[in-house]
């Protein structure tokens, strides 16, 4: 099974993308993390985009889908991909399916985790981390349990994201509108779209992925 999670920075698709990776075995592709991967252990195509990234230049569609390739390529053929944060654009999603066919795979659900712009703002800018083991916490939602102190490792040490702030946000949402967004009639014409309310909460956002993604074993099985 191959899903793709879309939805603007902030909605979520990390976090339900990780309970997939738990409950069914699925490989999480985040081209963020990949490229870091990829740059770290210099793999050829690691090399070529620390290349780029060296020049200031950004990284290229062939690059991502040559590292996407090289992630699918290592994974056992069984074993199913949830694309978290690619494809971003109508050239990477074309880029996808080729490189899908080319291994035998399909793509079989596009899962959109819609928002509320205003309130994944008030999310986004009240995010906070400890600094030691990275457990996230929010200044209203979810507050250490003894103040200062992280409930996890017992670090004393927190840092925000210099980006998570509501003028940055906004304009990541601006992008994710005008270039993310219209990809979806791409999808829709195959009748593969599933739209979740990302801002309900954690636990009722999972189950109904799990529905949709249980829709999808049952149609496979039968």
């Known amino acids: 099974m191959n899903i793709i999670l879309l939805g603007p920075p902030g909605a979520g698709k990390g976090t ?3 309970r997939l990776v738990e409950r069914h075995g699925m490989r999480q592709l985040s081209t963020g993390d990949m ?9 050829p195509v690691g090399l070529r985009a620390k290349a780029v990234m060296e020049r200031g230049e950004l990284v290229s569609d062939a690059i991502v889908s040559a590292l996407i390739g090289e992630e699918l390529d290592a994974m056992p053929p069984g074993q199913g991909a949830i694309f978290d944060g690619y494809p971003r654009t109508a050239a990477q999603a074309e880029a996808l399916d080729v490189l899908l066919e080319g ?3 399909h793509l079989d659900r596009v ?3 819609e928002v509320d712009e205003d309130a994944l703002v008030d999310r986004i800018t009240g995010r906070f981390t400890c600094a030691t ?3 996230g916490y ?8 003894l103040p200062g102190t992280c409930d996890r490792c017992g670090g004393h040490e927190f840092k925000r994201r210099p980006d ?3 003028e940055t946000v906004r304009t990541r949402l601006a992008e994710y509108r005008a270039k993310t967004a219209p990809i979806l009639p791409i999808y829709e014409a195959r009748g593969i779209v599933w739209r979740v309310d990302g ?10 992925i799990e529905r949709i993604v249980g829709d999808e074993a049952a149609a496979e099985r039968g």
């Open 16 to 18: 339900q993308a990780q």
């Open 35 to 43: 490229l870091r991967a990829a740059v770290k252990a210099g793999t």
């Open 103 to 105: 291994r035998g795979r």
């Open 111 to 113: 899962i959109e985790l």
């Open 133 to 135: 083991c990275g457990k």
């Open 138 to 145: 929010h200044d209203k939602f979810e507050q250490p349990k």
């Open 164 to 166: 998570d702030n509501a």
């Open 199 to 208: 801002m309900a909460p954690l636990d009722a956002v999972t189950a109904e």
